[in-house]
Each structure stands twice: as C-alpha cells, then as structure tokens.
C-alpha cells in the first residue's frame, strides 16, 4: 500500500508560495479575478471553466457539523509512559517507560453548533486519539466523570431536549430553558450530573486547566488473559480552574474563541500544556462490594476508595496545521480501543460503539474516513477492505480475498497468537428491555458531590441553579426541580426556592430507591480544594498610561514572568504608553479590547495628574470594578488608587494590593497563587 506525502492534516500544496496557479485539474490559470464575459459590460459566460470549478468546490466547501460537540479545537502531542504496567495490560503503548506515543486530542463543547461560543455553561468534551504500533486507540472523554443518562437509547431525547428547541431555533449554546429542565427533572438518573453541571466545572478557565475523564468502567487484560477494571483520568499539571458565572457571559461576548485562542496562544508560546494519565483499577471483588454498579456511567468511584495511580503523561505541543483538515475532520470512535484494552457491559458505552462509527459516515461521506491523514493508523494497515468514495489507500496486487492461494500476491493473514481478543466474560440471561435495580440510587453521590464542594463552590452551584431555572417559563419545570433537590440537600432546595421566589418548598419528589448511605465528602470533586500552587500559565493584565513609572512597570512584569505568568499591557491607546523614563511601551490591547474578564489578574500603574481622569473612562473602570466582582486581585500604584475608589468605593479589600516596588510586586504574585480571593464572596454567603 502506498503512503501519501503528509504534512499533520494532508498534502500541503496550498504552501506553493509564488508559483503558477492551478485549477484543482492542474490547468494553469491566467486570471483569477474575473469571470469571462460576452464583451466588457456582457453576460458572463456558462463556459468559464475555470470560473465554474471554482465555485462548485466553494458551494461543496461545508460539511454535516457533529450532531453534539460540533464546536472543538484540537491540538497535536504525545503520550509518554511514566510507568509500565505490563502486569494489568498487554497494550503496546503502556509496556516500556520512556515510549511516547503521537496523539490528536479535541476539546469540544456539547450543545452549541461550530459558531458558538467557547464560555458557554457545558460539559467539554477531551478526547484523546492514541497512534499506537498496534492500532488507534480512542478516549473518548469529558471534563466531568458521570454522565446524564444511563442507557444510550435516551440520548437523542437528552441532546434534543438541550439543543435550541425545534420550532422556534434558539436558545443556542445553552441549557438554561424548558425543554432541557423539563427532560432533566423528569429523568432522575440525571441528578449527580446536574451537582456537576451546574458547578463551575461547566465554565473552565481554559481547557489546560481541567480535568478529563473516560466516564465508563473499561477493562484492562494482560499477557495471560487477566482481567481488571479500570477508570481513565487526566489531571492538568497546573491544576484545575474556572470563571464565574458573570465572567463567562462577559468572555463570551468579548472573545467567543477565548479557550481556542489561550490553547492556541500557549502551544505557539511553546508553554506546552500536560496532563498526567491516572488509572484507577479494581477488580470483580471490589465491584461487588462497591455501594453502586460500576457499569452506571452516572456514578463514580470514589478517589478515597480507590486511588488514582499516574502512569504516564500527556503533553500538547504541536498546533493544528489546517484546522478542517485535522480538527474538522478528525474522527473519534470509542470502539477504536487495541489489543490490551476492552469493554465492559455498560449499556452507555455499548451503544456509543455503534454511534461514534455511523456518525462518521455521516459527516465524512465515506467509509474511508480513515484514509484520512488525521485519522489514519500510525502503524502498518493491511485488509481487504476495498473501493467506496475517495479510496486513497488502495491494495495492490492480484488477491483481494482470503483464504487464497496466491503465495507472493496472497495479502496479509490474521494471527490467532496476536491478535485483538475480546475478554471471554461470561454473558447471558433473558432477553428484555430492562434497567438493572442496581443503578436506581440517583440521589447519594450527588449529595456527595454538593457536600464535597467549598461554601464558595457550593454558592456558585445554587446561583447556577436559580438561574437556570429562572429561564424556564414553566413553574410546574421549576418545581419538580426543587422537588428532586430536596433528596440531595435541604439547604440548597431552600436557597434555590428563594431563589426563584417560591413560596415555601414544592413536593418532595419520591426517590425510586432510598439513597443508601449518606457518603462521606471527597476532596477530590471540589475544583478549589485542587488548585494550582503557582501562578503559572495564567494572565496578568497590566494597565500602563503615559507617565507610568517605569521601575514599577518593569518590577511588576518581571515578577510575574519569573513565576511563568504570562503579562499583556493594556493602554488607552494601542500605540501603548511613554513610561516615566521617556522609553515606550508597546500595548497588546487597547482597554476597550482587553476587559479585566480575559486576564486572571490585573494591575494599574499610572502617573498622579492621570487618575483624575481616567477614573471618568467607563473602560478603565470597568476593568477595575470587573476584576473586583470576580473576585480577582488586584495590585495598584499609589497614584491609581483614586481609580479604584470610583470602581470599587472607599474600602479597599486586602485583594487589592497597593505595589511600590520589587518586593511588593513579589508578593502580589505570591498573593495571586491563589487565583482568586474568595473571602470577597464569603460576604454574600448564606
Ligand atoms: Fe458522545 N458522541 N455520545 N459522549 N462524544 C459524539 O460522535 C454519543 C457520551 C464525546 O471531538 C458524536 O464524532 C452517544 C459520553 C466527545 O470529535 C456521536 C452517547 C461521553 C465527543 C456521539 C454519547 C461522550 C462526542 C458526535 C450516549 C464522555 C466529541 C460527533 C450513549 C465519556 C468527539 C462524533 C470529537 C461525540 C454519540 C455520550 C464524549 C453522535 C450515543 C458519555 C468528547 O457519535
């Protein structure tokens, strides 16, 4: 078979800087700005080839977005091997430390199509696409370890429930509306999912800072045949972060592509952004003693009850080359697992298996999606699988069938000493529609989630709520909510029917299976108990004006670039701001472009005889009083202060840090380390 020329996405001949123009036959083109016309201001003509191709391949030029996850970025790295574990798994790619494997992964949100943007509330999709010796494997995993439904038959419903509703076409990129809450509160197996959704886990940072998950329990099968269960984790080296609420929506409507951009930005930085791989594993023992079923991808087990062992490391440092060509067309398929790995019987991930293979057909038009470059094995292909739309890995020779008797022309063989072989676990029972009773606790591990979180956490789960739930016009959706949130925790239904004006607590809706245990909290779950310890890989914006002292500019900046912190000046005007010294500084942004919400930190250095003024610019408060409601810190100059008194009022908080000199600006990012300052909102808590 032979192998096209690459680049990451395909041929790249578009790169033929400077050379004679073709048309996609090869023709040379002599005129690439005008159709041909029957005389100068005539009808122009049908003939035009030229013109004509042209325009076919542009009304060809969009195809089927993805049903769900339709708006993602991806990004090119490798997997490296930190420890083997040949004793759980044969798979080629977990035997020897040190061996990086090539990855694709895609980050995705679910429910908003391809323009959407990338701050809206949603789960994010984080799947890994493994070029293994032995084949491609697929991780086809969320930010979040659960999942809304149980069994795969409901997700048309689910997806079409949160999608914009049919016949009016909006609300785009959002689940705050009836038809979602009308399907979730009738569908209890969603309620650990919705502990989850409606946290900040939904409203990440950026996608280098949040966790990913396989969700499912899959099996692990080494040399000898045996069998484990396992987990899949990513952990982000700069531990996990999100916005608030309020900054989200304010991100949105500044830079939509803002996750893009900062995965974008930070790999062309060459500040490459890495996970660690975790496995949690367990056998059939332990699934017989857990409280729950581990083939009910709406729970999870416990990190306490069974640790997370790292094995190895993800690193993304390559960005795409042509986005349609590698993100576009880019196809995962859970079923795409290697010798090695296997399934289990969890009804959700048994019917992904067949989703994920059809749904490419759909949108890549072909079965030989996997001729694709982005998709294609990194490994030796050989079958007889032949012919269909654009073949472009096509056999060679006579055979094109066995068993045959061709000897040299005769074509590959299947090897019954290699192969994939699928775990003998032993199978059967009646046939029936059923739900197994053992998934029917909906309620104890959301509980468990909610008393995992932080008072702050937990605020910003029931703000999350209410406003959701303000969205529903219907008072009867918004009930049976408060009623379902009555069996995970009292104080939130309350602070939720307050929310939303009730007057008093709606029925109590009847769990189908009493919640067994009232679970012990898992530090785990909470994303504040999992920050980073540094400031690193975050952004400082930095507002200079004219007159701006130098020193202290200079002090502020190299403080953060020596804690790995990224830092944009932000000016009145683009051409930036001559410092005290008289030296220019470039602005990155003017401050129209460049809100307090897209940096996780600011500071304001400006001259004395300035601050009267600027504290009129509506902007440049705003960046202030912006960065104060989201519970950002701030450092100042003495001469900025009377900025952050129109923003803020009179009572600065000690989030806000008056800065002199190299030591003070030292300790602002020391101060920063904790991303936010929380204690802000303790005064809003209940
Ligand atoms: Fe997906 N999902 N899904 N999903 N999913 C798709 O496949 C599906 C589920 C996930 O970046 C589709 O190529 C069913 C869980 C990611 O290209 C489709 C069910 C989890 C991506 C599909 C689920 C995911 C998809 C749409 C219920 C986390 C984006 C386009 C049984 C473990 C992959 C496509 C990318 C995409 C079906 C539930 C993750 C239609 C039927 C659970 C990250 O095949």
């Keep these: 078979m032979k192998e096209l020329p690459r680049g990451k996405g395909g041929e790249t001949h578009q790169k033929a800087k400077g050379e004679q123009m073709t048309t996609a036959q090869g023709a040379p083109v002599s005129d690439d700005q005008n159709w041909l016309k029957a005389g100068e201001r005539g009808p122009s003509l049908m003939e035009d080839q030229v013109a004509r191709e042209k ?13 769900v996850h339709a708006r993602g970025y991806g990004v090119h790295g490798h997997f490296e091997l930190t420890e083997p574990i040949p004793e759980l798994s044969k798979a080629d790619l977990f035997q020897r430390r040190g061996e990086k494997t090539p990855v694709f992964v895609r980050f995705s949100t679910v429910a908003g199509s391809k323009g959407s943007p990338d701050l809206a509330r949603d789960v994010r999709g984080f799947a890994t696409k493994f070029y293994t010796k032995e084949g491609n494997w697929d991780l086809v995993g969320n930010n979040i370890p659960v999942f809304f439904i149980q069994d795969a038959i409901k997700f048309p419903d689910l997806i079409h429930a949160a999608k914009p509703e049919p016949d009016r076409g909006f609300p ?68 996990l972060q999100s916005v608030v609420w309020n900054e989200a929506l304010k991100i949105n409507g500044m830079d939509p592509d803002f996750h893009r951009r900062d995965m974008w930005d930070s790999i062309d930085a060459g500040d490459y952004p890495e996970w660690e791989l975790g496995v949690q594993v367990f056998d059939e023992d332990f699934a017989e003693r857990f409280e729950f079923d581990v083939l009910d991808s709406t729970k999870i087990i416990p990190e306490e009850q069974v640790p997370v062992r790292t094995i190895g490391r993800l690193v993304l440092d390559n960005n795409v080359e042509n986005f349609f060509a590698e993100t576009e067309q880019v196809a995962f398929c859970t079923q795409n697992i290697v010798p090695g790995i296997d399934f289990t019987n969890d009804p959700l991930l048994q019917g992904r298996n067949f989703s994920y293979l059809d749904t490419q057909l759909k949108r890549l038009g072909s079965t030989n999606f996997t001729h694709l470059p982005i998709n294609a094995p990194k490994c030796p292909v050989r079958h007889y699988q032949q012919d269909g739309h654009m073949a472009m890995r096509n056999p060679t020779g006579r055979a094109n069938y066995e068993p045959n008797s061709w000897d040299e022309e005769s074509g590959p063989r299947e090897n019954p000493n290699k192969g994939f072989e699928s775990y003998p676990e032993n199978v059967g029972g009646p046939k029936a529609r059923v739900r197994s009773e053992t998934f029917a606790d909906y309620y104890s591990q959301a509980r468990q989630f909610y008393v995992s979180q932080t008072a702050v956490e937990q605020r910003h789960i029931a703000d999350a709520l209410t406003f959701e739930l303000s969205k529903c016009d219907r008072g009867d959706i918004r009930e049976r909510m408060v009623g ?81 912190t990224k830092v944009a000046i932000v000016a009145p005007h683009i051409s930036g701001a001559k410092l005290s010294d008289g030296t220019a500084l470039a602005a990155d942004e003017k401050i129209d472009g460049g809100p307090s919400v897209v940096f996780d930190a600011v500071a304001l250095v400006m001259p004395s005889n300035t601050a009267e003024q600027v504290k009129q610019d509506k902007p440049t ?29 009179p009572e600065l908080d000690s989030g806000c840090m008056k800065v002199a000199d190299a030591g003070d600006a030292r300790a602002f990012i020391e101060k920063c380390r904790a991303l936010r300052f929380w204690d802000r909102e303790a005064d809003y808590l209940p």
Excluded at 55 to 67: A, L
Excluded at 196 to 217: A, K, L, N
Excluded at 634 to 641: D, K, L, M, V
Aim: glycine share 8%; no cysteine; proline share 6%.
């Design 172 to 239: 785009q990129a959002q689940t705050a509306h009836d038809n979602f809450w009308d399907f979730i509160s009738l569908s209890p197996e969603s309620m650990h999912m919705v502990m989850w959704i409606m946290s900040d886990r939904t409203i990440p940072r950026s996608f280098r800072f949040m966790e990913g998950f396989g969700v499912h329990t899959f099996r692990l099968v080494n040399a000898e045949g045996e069998s484990h269960f396992v987990k899949f984790h990513w952990k982000p080296k700069l531990g």
């Design 55 to 67: 325009i076919f391949h542009f009304d060809h030029e969009r195809i089927p977005e993805r049903v």
């Design 621 to 649: 408060v705003d960046f202030v009083s912006d960065a104060f409601a989201h519970a950002k810190f701030i450092a100042y100059g003495e001469q900025a202060r009377p900025v952050l008194e129109a923003a803020i009022g």
């Design 484 to 564: 379902h949130l009555q069996n995970i925790d009292d104080a939130l239904a309350k602070q939720v029917a307050a929310g939303l004006g009730m007057d008093g607590l709606p029925e109590k809706i009847k769990p189908a299976r009493e919640p067994v245990t009232d679970l012990p909290p898992s530090d785990a779950l909470s994303i504040l108990k999992n920050g980073p310890a540094s400031f690193a890989g975050r952004r400082l914006g930095l507002y200079v004006s004219d007159g701006a002292d130098a020193e202290l500019v200079a002090a502020i900046r190299s403080a953060a670039e020596a804690e790995g």
